[in-house]
């Protein structure tokens, strides 16, 4: 199985990625890649080509975004906030397709970094230029969360060829949500995003929400640099 990397625009880009990163730890890992799961660093599929993309998660503090990626990756959920510090990384196997006849294993890498100022002061413009596609994660509870997303999203746009979706988090919490759908499709429409509404406690789209940014990104790969990560390339 051939493996390529997702982000087509190259090493000079990734090189912009800075800041300190705090790998999952080791004996952690197993966890993060189950041999027996859908896929794993070890386990490889003969029919699948392999491609790595960078998922980045963004949005304010709070609203959720650790919770999702540990539902995603761990499949937990925790209510205490343990506040994220710095980035941590985690990863997944997700098979795609077939996309022209063609099956993919992406290997994500999903960033999680610590939300509001962390992003703004510390990692900016180069996080995002790194990922392959951005999840913009608010908190359906909390009006202020979506609006500040238009920074992030306004940053991802300038960026070019980054696809984004907007996560819409804690739909579990009912006669608490402030955010109508109306609103959701209106700001989304603004930035040419698109939304769902998802729920790291009962797991509602979370899974749905990691593959599809996944197969969207993939397929903006596959555009814009076919020869790339095809099945054709050396
Ligand atoms: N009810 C509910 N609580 C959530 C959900 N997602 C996160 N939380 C809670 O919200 C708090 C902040 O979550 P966290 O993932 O740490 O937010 P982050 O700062 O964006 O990473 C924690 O207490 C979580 O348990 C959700 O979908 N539903
Ligand atoms: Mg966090």
Same mark, same amino acid.
């Given at each position: 199985?051939?493996?390529?990397?997702?982000?087509?625009?190259?090493?000079?880009?990734?090189?912009?990625?800075?800041?300190?990163?705090?790998?999952? *730890?080791?004996?952690?890992?197993?966890?993060?890649? *189950? *041999?027996?799961?859908?896929?794993?660093?070890?386990?490889?599929? *003969?029919?699948?080509v392999s491609v790595k993309l960078k998922i980045c998660l963004v949005g304010d503090e709070g609203v959720g975004k650790t919770s999702l990626v540990r539902r995603f990756v761990l499949s937990e =959920?925790?209510?205490?906030?343990?506040?994220?510090?710095?980035?941590?990384?985690?990863?997944?196997?997700? =098979? #795609?397709?077939?996309?022209?006849?063609?099956?993919?294993?992406?290997? #994500?890498?999903?960033?999680?970094?610590?939300?509001?100022?962390? =992003?703004?002061?510390?990692?900016?413009?180069?996080?995002?230029?790194s990922a392959s596609g951005v999840l913009a994660v608010c908190d359906l509870t909390r009006p202020d969360s979506l609006d500040d997303l238009g920074l992030y999203l306004e940053r991802t746009a300038a960026v070019g060829g980054v696809p984004a979706i907007v996560l819409a988090n804690k739909i579990d919490l009912g006669p608490h949500v402030r955010i109508t759908g109306s609103e959701l499709t209106r700001f989304c429409a603004r930035y040419g995003a698109t939304f769902l509404e998802t729920s790291a406690k009962t797991g509602q789209n979370v899974g749905a929400a990691f593959s599809k940014l996944a197969e969207t990104a993939l397929k903006v790969i596959l555009a814009e640099s076919p020869r790339a990560i095809g099945p054709e390339a050396d």
């Open positions: 199985m051939r493996t390529r990397s997702g982000n087509a625009r190259g090493s000079a880009r990734r090189a912009r990625t800075s800041g300190s990163v705090a790998i999952i *730890p080791e004996n952690q890992r197993e966890r993060l890649n *189950p *041999p027996s799961g859908a896929g794993s660093a070890g386990h490889r599929t *003969p029919d699948a =959920f925790d209510e205490r906030y343990l506040r994220t510090v710095g980035v941590v990384v985690y990863k997944r196997v997700v =098979f #795609l397709g077939p996309i022209a006849g063609t099956t993919y294993a992406a290997n #994500l890498t999903v960033w999680d970094v610590l939300g509001g100022l962390g =992003f703004q002061g510390r990692y900016g413009d180069a996080y995002l230029a």
